[in-house]
């Protein structure tokens, strides 16, 4: 639907607009029971699409903004995307940095930014009086973002800190450096600070643009008035992308290719302290695979939950290890990462003896996990659990209004449609444990390890 | 049982109802066992909190580690289910049984969809009361609950605050680290586990916290099958004192009470005299003194031994942590103050002075949780990482931050970092830190200051309540430190006023000197990147 330009009397464009909300809702879904509408699409004049979810809930709102993106091959590049990312929302042309993050701070409100080889997802959550400003703030951001080099120096500080705080935690050392041998590496400290203004303004307007740009919100508010609102506000919101291409089959890309085999040894790295880690990587469909339900149940199998087979195995029969299970992040495009914390000096009783965990024995214990699942094994039983787990996980995952808004922009932004938010469960409860056993053949046998000791 | 086709139902029709939990009136079943409830239909679950006084502050000195080894243990199996089958029947329900153990308390809980919360209950209730502790369990816990405090120890922030607390209370109880140390965990056997197990896991001394999707008569009908059925020992188990049980504010008083609380107050005294627990009364909980604010305000602070505690710990960068007084659960009115303190200080990036002045970028914030009797006040705060990219232009700004905190020229490297230069580093955070303790002490904060944090904190409250667990877990820590209900405690934050804050702060913070512990890098190690 063509809509006019800014030219054209406001009120002749409001009134279309309502029309065309009051359209959508009615043609959205609602249950016979509430009279709360179910979450519903609106595709803006400007193209970008709005999803809304309008709860009876106090006083509080969540908006996530999606921006599509594809992944960046060149190192120098994904160093501008990452900053552009970053810096995306620390001012622009009319306001000075941290205008967000001042509104959602001094109002009590939240914000986070999530930038993934897919996509990149601010959420704020803010009192629901404050949804006029914090919709004008992101708005403008992104029309007008302008990447001064206060706002890329802003950036830049915050992911350096950001990666020491994760590499000061032994845990998500590990966890970086086992993803990163399965996909390409983060960009580094050197390539950051060589992004100019200039780079950034050019692949922002290369990149950010309507076609690729959805914005979910949750929460207390008035779905006419906030259509209105970003209608208003991104009405000149005109920037022209090319369309992103499909996620890709799996997570891992070209690294795969290079790391087709089963994992005979694990790159040794230093521990921050005096705990030591293993983990152990796989390859992953990305959530656009028909395999994602099935893999997220594999997940469970594996190290979802204290009956799972890692906690069971490890904690329960050998009394190893503390943290222990397996992440599936298919949000930020991750592997899938079976983890074990231990404490490498401690002796233990091994039949007769007191003895060190070597970390060898980790190593071999975290494979014969994998290789469990390439085997055929897996009862009824434990299926029956990983999935009423999994489904468990994700009616809990619902309880916040951040995640709530953020599921929803994030399935739609990924082409999947907000609709999987509310069909995930039912598709998790239809996995059979013939799909468990394939997904395992698919993706499992491609492996990459870390282990972190502490110095002696 | 299938859990999908409720679960994806609920999630399908959406919301139908205001999410305001409705606060209902605490019951106290036959056998001891208090409850509580919140009516909130925002969501089809319910989460099940189980909070019992059975924390570290209950060990005898030859008993260190075992509220958390016992913690640990009581799952393993009961005279109904193996080992890994709580587990195992709570997941098949869609939940996750978890536990942790504080000084106060150790804690149980799990959220699980409505149609399964009877079941839910039933599996808690037999891992409560029915704990076998095998002892090839109990070794095998042994080495996990090791592998546990070697993380803990590695963490710098832990390490700060337990250290703090040993410093601040070395002969008291809030002195050991809830986890207990390894040498004590090394210790613990299977009968000393299996003695604290019989004398502090009683319904006289438990809390059961349902909040969700569910009405105060289903509450209380689920838990009187569950825990109902639950008798508790006809004698003490020990001669150790019996612990100091307050009731909440809005708890009813008995008729008989030894001493009536005067009308019209709302805060229990500071530090209530002890009392012993009739074994032939009636089960019932005992009221302690109730006082006006005004004389919970005039009892003594705490006096804190004024102590400089400095290690070297494998780390990437120095940290410092101050603990100060700070009041008791129960002294609600400055606990309020406390709070906002902490908020009108922020750090982390949530709006606040720390933010804005030298300790930007320092990791900085500060921490008060309230205990049931001795509270430490804490501002933690981390030496800058000093990265190479701080040369150039780019930069410039917050290299000229770190350069004023760590007193380093901006063109130090990251190879000049001796023991003694982190001991200057950390000794010039402390000062600034009590510079702005001190200026927040002479003048009052600004209205608008004032407004911002309280908002900035009852949103983060509300935040943290936002799920079932996370309003369950409020609750029950209110119930067993004696403090505020999270909804009393956002009105009494709102009431809260400037000339509270600078009474707490000059009467708390700046009173005493406190303890510091400083954590120097036992080797300075390269950062990520390089």
Redesign the interface.
């Known amino acids: 639907m063509n809509m006019p330009t800014l030219n054209f009397p406001a009120r002749f464009c409001n009134t279309l607009l309502f029309l065309f909300v009051m359209a959508g809702a009615a043609m959205g879904r609602t ?1 016979a ?2 009279a ?4 519903y699409s609106v595709r803006l004049p400007d193209g970008a699409r709005l999803i809304l ?1 309008p ?4 006083g ?1 709102v969540s908006i996530s903004l999606f921006v599509r993106i594809e992944p960046d091959a060149a190192p120098s590049l994904k160093a501008v995307g990452e900053l552009v990312a970053r810096a995306l929302f620390y001012g622009n042309r009319d306001r000075t940095a941290n205008g967000i ?2 509104l959602a ?6 914000y986070d930014v999530l930038h993934t080889p897919d996509y990149v997802a601010v959420t704020v ?1 803010a ?1 629901s009086s404050q949804l006029p400003e914090v919709a004008h703030l992101l708005s403008d951001c992104l029309k007008n973002a302008d990447f001064a ?2 706002a ?2 802003h950036a ?2 915050e992911i ?2 950001e ?8 845990l998500m050392r590990g966890y970086d450096a086992v993803c990163e041998t399965l996909r390409p590496p983060a960009s ?3 390539a950051l ?1 060589r992004v100019t203004q200039a780079q950034a303004q050019d692949y922002f307007r290369r990149r950010y643009g309507p076609a690729r740009t959805v914005i979910a919100v949750a929460g207390s508010f008035d779905a006419a008035r906030v259509t209105t609102l970003f209608a208003a506000f991104l009405a000149d919101y005109t920037r022209h992308t090319s369309p992103v291409a499909a996620a890709q089959a799996n997570q891992t890309g070209e690294a795969v290719a290079n790391a087709k085999q089963a994992l005979t040894a694990y790159r040794v790295l ?1 521990a ?4 030591a880690y293993a983990l152990a990587a796989t390859d992953a469909p990305a959530v656009t695979h028909p395999d994602y339900p099935a893999f997220v149940v594999l997940q469970n199998v594996l190290g979802g ?3 799972c087979r890692l ?2 195995q490890a ?9 222990v299970g397996a992440l599936y992040q298919a949000d930020r495009a991750d592997p899938l990462v079976a983890y074990l ?3 490498a ?2 002796k ?2 091994a039949a007769d003896r007191q003895t060190r965990t070597d970390a060898k024995d980790i190593q071999l214990f975290l494979n014969s996990q994998l290789d469990g699942l390439l085997q055929n094994s897996l009862s009824e039983e434990e299926l ?2 990983a ?3 999994a ?6 995952r ?4 951040r995640d709530r808004s953020f599921l929803l922009g994030w399935y739609e932004a990924m082409g999947l449609g907000y609709v999987f ?2 069909d995930l ?2 598709r ?2 239809a996995v059979t444990r013939d799909d468990v056993l394939r997904v395992a053949k698919t993706y499992l046998a491609t492996r990459a390890g870390v282990v972190l000791l ?2 002696r | 049982m ?4 409720p ?2 139902t ?11 939990a409705q606060e209902n009136a605490p019951v106290t079943l036959a056998n001891g066992l208090r409850v509580l409830s919140r009516e909130r239909r ?4 319910v989460a099940i909190d189980l909070w019992v006084r059975a924390g570290a502050r209950e060990e005898a000195p030859d008993e260190a580690g075992s509220a958390h080894f016992l913690e640990h243990t009581l ?1 393993k199996s009961t005279p109904t289910r193996r ?2 089958q709580a ?2 029947d709570i ?7 978890n536990a942790s153990t504080g000084p106060d308390y150790a804690h149980f809980y799990v ?3 409505t149609p399964n919360v009877s079941r839910a209950l039933s599996i808690l209730a037999d891992v409560i009361q029915n704990a076998l502790l095998p002892d090839a369990q109990v ?13 803990h ?4 922030a832990a390490r700060v605050v337990d250290l703090l607390y040993a410093g601040a209370f070395p002969s008291r109880l809030y002195g050991r680290s809830p986890g207990g140390s390894p040498d004590a965990i090394r210790l613990r056997g299977r009968d000393t586990l299996a003695a604290f197990y019989r004398r502090t896991y009683q319904p006289t001394r438990c809390t059961l916290v349902l909040v969700g999707d569910l009405s105060a008569a289903q509450a209380r009908q689920w838990a009187q099958e569950t825990f109902g059925v639950w008798q508790p020992p006809a004698r003490p188990q020990s001669n150790l004192p019996q612990p100091r049980i307050s009731t909440r504010p809005d708890a009813p008083v008995p008729a008989d009470a030894m001493v009536p609380a005067p009308s019209g107050t709302t805060d229990a005294v500071e530090n209530p005299k002890p009392k012993t627990q009739n074994q032939d009364s009636p089960v019932r909980h005992q009221p302690v003194y109730a006082a006006t604010p005004e004389a919970a305000v005039a009892a003594p602070v705490p006096l804190l031994p004024a102590q400089h505690i400095t290690l070297a ?5 120095p940290a410092l942590g101050v603990g100060l007084p700070a009041p008791p659960a129960s002294a609600v009115r400055m606990t309020a103050a406390a709070m906002l303190v902490g908020e009108i200080l922020g750090g982390l ?3 606040g002075r720390l933010d804005v002045s030298a300790l930007a ?1 320092t ?1 900085a914030q500060a921490r008060f949780t309230p205990r049931h009797d001795d509270s430490l006040w804490i501002v933690t705060a981390s030496v800058p ?1 000093d ?1 190479s ?1 701080d040369r ?1 232009n ?5 290299s000229k931050r770190r350069a004023l905190v760590t007193g380093q020229a901006e063109s130090n490297t990251a190879a000049d970092t001796t023991q003694h230069t982190q001991e200057e580093q950390t000794r010039r955070l402390e000062a600034v830190l009590r510079n702005i303790l001190a200026r927040l002490g002479s003048s009052p904060p600004a209205p608008l200051e004032m407004q ?1 944090a309280q ?6 409250m ?2 943290e309540t ?4 996370g309003l369950a877990a409020a609750v029950g820590y209110a119930d067993i430190t004696g403090g505020d209900t999270p909804q009393a405690l956002r009105q009494r934050i709102q009431q809260t006023t400037p000339a509270d804050v600078r009474q707490f702060v000059t009467r708390y913070l700046l009173s005493q000197t406190g303890v510091t512990v400083i954590l120097q890098t036992a ?1 300075a ?1 390269a ?4």
């Not at chain 2, 070794?139 to 993380?151: P, Q």
């Not at chain 2, 950062?527 to 390089?530: A, E, I, K, R, T």
């Open positions: 249950d029971q509430t709360i509408p179910l979450p979810r709860e009876a809930i106090t509080r993050i001042t701070t001094q109002t009590g409100g939240s959550v009192p080099p206060i890329l120096d830049r500080t350096v800190e990666r020491t705080r994760r590499y000061d935690d032994g580094s400290e050197d600070r230093a921050p302290s005096t705990s939950g204290h009956a906690f069971q904690r329960e029969e050998r009394g190893v290890g503390y943290k914390q231990w404490d000096t401690l233990r009783n029956t659990r999935r009423n787990f489904i468990g996980v994700e009616a809990r619902h309880e916040r209004v938010d509310a469960p039912k998790l409860a502490p110095s | 299938g859990i999908a086709a679960l994806w609920a999630l399908l029709t959406g919301m139908t109802v205001p999410t305001q925002a969501t089809p679950l799952f080992a890994g587990d195992w997941e098949n329900l869609g939940g996750t049984l959220t699980v969809a070794e095998r816990e042994r080495s996990v609950i090791l592998d546990e405090l070697a993380e120890v590695a963490d710098p710990v494998p780390a990437s960068r990036g949530r709006g970028h990791d990482r990265s990219g150039t780019n930069t410039g700004t917050a911002s908002r900035r904190l009852m949103a983060r509300d935040a936002e799920t079932n667990e080797a190690g950062g990520p990147g390089q």
